[in-house]
């Protein structure tokens, strides 16, 4: 079950309970200096999230003391103004508002922001301490009963001592994207150590805060703290609106229910550090706070008739791995991973997925995942199998990753079967595995044909922004081309996969098809990389499969409109 964080109470009359008790606030000597400077107030920028048709979330953190840095608990209670305009130079403000934060809260700032327009661009910025934070841009969703255009970026597994987050900065110079949308592992929870994880050349030039591995509430708020410095982050951030998906660096590496395989047993209680991190995750993302305080991560957002998007959570109630937390080979007994009594969500949230799919309103479902969907058959003799598994990917004899879905096969099935007696085509969209792949999800994938067997669905896995792919687990571009050749050969239904490039996908999303354009960085290790389109793969309405696309994706149909007074 989920840990139950302590409520985040953001009701107007705590908000006004709480700047009665401050009538007067301190303003540090550095106050006047910019607000998006490194030493100035708003030095780690804003963000939004969770649009809605008619309203969106808005996020920013305020440094008020110079020691009061992310985690330390430290800094006076902070009034901050916050404003949404019709433009960015802010001469027609339509909203605004105070609200007050303080140490208990990590001095993050997080306002929900209803009445709003559907398909609606806005600018917005807050102002404390006598700095104004910088502006972001931000739009709500297309749900006004009308089809319109959408268009969403996908990113995953953004490791900060990986490499240069130059796949955001190349987002945050689109301007013809609705969304971004982050599959999880939007930090990593490794120290800088022995369990330093990504290229050597980057030591001490990439290095995470804390050094050491965050167990602890101010840990896990200092790594946040530490992320959202980085300036390609916030610029993605302050150009669009985000989902965020929680996976398992945010807490440790494959996570289950009652543990992890990179939490330890002298490493204290699992659920606390878990807790920990949630709310650490909760105070730091611009997700929205369900009315009863408890963060559910789960949640679905409306695209008018076109789509749903369904993002799910498959960490916090999953059943540990069939193959163990390990990834060591230990003799899988087949039968394991389809065990009925296995789970990898809790039965109301596969209630709540499943009906949505069988619902079909819409046009197109999207699914927000985190692990492949697809099964993935693999052979005992996969090249490179024993450095996949020293990598931490539990390979077996005829299944690559029981961490993945395959490795509960019984709530797949439920899935997969939601998919075909649906109306809706669902697309499903991943990270979590560091590579690019385009999947057709057929029932009985041992025996699929493309082009002749039904397929329930199809499936979008984008690559990682920095973490390591099949080429760096390899040693390199060509071995990690054997090895994905070797999964191809053994699996038709995944009718694209590359384990070198990192970077994004964009999705466009049209009545008549769903395209996704795989975009890859020239080099990780590069803070000027430049990018290139690698690949087009399309699924048309009623196909429910994956096709090589003739070309890369168009212009939009038509583009949000500018907000008015």
Known sequence: MLARVPPLDLSRRALLKAAAAVPALAVPAFAAETGGRADGPFRHGVASGDPLGTGVVLWTRVTPARDAVPGSGRGPAVRVVWELAADRSFSRVLRSGTVVTSAALDHTVKVDVRGLRPYTRYHYRFRALGATSPVGRTQTAGDDGRLHALRLALVSCSN?????????????????????????????EYGNGDDRYGP????????????????TLAQYRARHGHYK?????????AAHPWVVILDDHEVANDAWAEGAENHQAG??????????????????????????????????????PLADLSVIETRGSRSQQAAGVSGAL???????????????????????????????????????NQTVFARVAAPRD??????????GIPVQAGVFNTDQWDGYGDDQLEVLRAMAASSADTVVLTGDIHSSWANDLPLDSGSYVPGVTPSAGVEVVCPSVTSDGFAEILGGPQPAAVATGALQAMNPHLRYLDGV??????LDVTPEQVQADFWFVSDREDPRATQRLASSWLTRHGSRTMSPAPGPIGRRSDHPRAATP
Do not use: C
């Open 160 to 188: 900060y001592t990986g490499g240069w987050f130059t796949p955001y900065r190349h987002l945050a110079r689109r301007t013809d994207l609705d969304l971004v949308v982050h599959l999880g592992d939007y930090l990593y």
């Open 501 to 506: 490039g990192h970077g994004y996908t964009v």
């Open 267 to 304: 490493e204290g209680s699992f659920r606390a550090r878990r807790a920990a991190a949630y709310r650490a995750y909760v105070e730091w993302m611009p997700i929205r706070v369900p009315s009863g305080g408890s963060p559910r991560f789960w949640r679905r957002f409306s695209f008018g």
């Open 382 to 391: 996969l090249p490179g199998r024993d450095r996949l598994l020293a990598a």
């Open 200 to 215: 050597e050349a980057l030591r001490g030039i990439r290095d995470h805060v804390p050094a050491v591995e965050p167990r």
């Open 330 to 368: 230990v003799g899988l007994d087949p039968t394991a991973v389809n065990d009925p009594g296995r789970q990898i969500m809790e039965p109301a949230q596969m209630a709540w997925l499943t009906k949505g799919l069988r619902d079909g309103s819409r046009r197109w479902h999207l699914v927000g």
């Open 229 to 237: 410095t980085d300036p390609d982050l916030q610029a993605a951030h």
